[in-house]
């Protein structure tokens, strides 16, 4: 069966109803409405200012690694960056060390 996933973004502007929403969806029971089989909430808070600079390091060599056939890669919270290629799983928390391994990739 087919599931349609929908994603609905929020900015909640206040900090009492930001800190409010998240202590309530942490309690499962204390949730305002019911949830289904079919139907999950995800609730997350948003990355400090200094979470986001370290994930957006990983940019150029997140482009460098599209263009790399055979290449997958996920950032990992808070800022680790994970390439798998031909099986071999490699973990960085540098964006240039990330750089110089995608670059052997590239030219190897």
């Known amino acids: 069966m087919f599931i349609l996933q929908r994603i609905c973004v929020r900015r909640l502007y206040t900090i009492l109803t930001r800190?409010?929403?998240?202590?309530?969806?942490?309690?499962?029971?204390?949730?305002?409405?019911?949830?289904?089989?079919?139907?999950?909430?995800?609730?997350?808070?948003?990355?400090?200012?200094?979470?986001?600079?370290?994930?957006?390091?990983?940019?150029?060599v997140r482009r460098q690694l599209r263009d790399i056939e055979g290449a997958r890669y996920g950032l990992l919270y808070p800022a680790r960056l994970r390439i798998t290629y031909n099986g071999v799983e490699k973990e960085f928390v540098s964006?240039?060390?990330?750089?110089?391994?995608?670059?052997?990739?590239?030219?190897?």
């Open 19 to 60: 800190m409010k929403l998240l202590s309530l969806w942490s309690q499962p029971y204390a949730r305002p409405f019911r949830t289904t089989q079919w139907i999950s909430w995800t609730v997350f808070p948003d990355h400090t200012a200094k979470t986001a600079k370290a994930r957006a390091a990983f940019n150029d």
């Open 95 to 108: 964006a240039e060390e990330a750089s110089s391994y995608v670059k052997t990739l590239a030219n190897g």
